[in-house]
């Protein structure tokens, strides 16, 4: 039985921008001269028990987009489902 799936599309810089700044952001960055090595923007899921979705947006170059952003969503179709 598939428990989880993903599905991802591209987005344009505006609806990026919209979903980034309403989301939760992880940085991992030097605070000695303030480099940013990374950054994921999500929505987390508590647990493969969750009903919730996760969302990640981001640039495209993971999905090989190019000069364009992409929306990432995951969750359990059957256990949001169930909770309706």
Not at 2 to 22: E, F, G, L, P, V
Not at 23 to 29: E, G, M, V
Not at 36 to 63: A, F, P, Q, W
């Amino acid at each position: 039985m598939i428990d989880t799936i993903k599905i991802y599309t591209m987005i344009n810089r505006d609806s990026y921008n919209k979903i980034y700044h309403n989301s939760i952001l992880k940085t991992s960055y030097n605070q000695k001269d303030g480099e940013i090595y990374y950054e994921i923007v999500n929505d987390k899921l508590e647990g493969s028990y969750s009903s919730s979705l996760s969302v990640r947006v981001g640039t495209g170059v993971k999905y090989k987009f190019v000069n364009m952003y992409y929306i990432e969503i995951e969750g359990s179709f059957h256990k949001i489902i169930r909770r309706l």
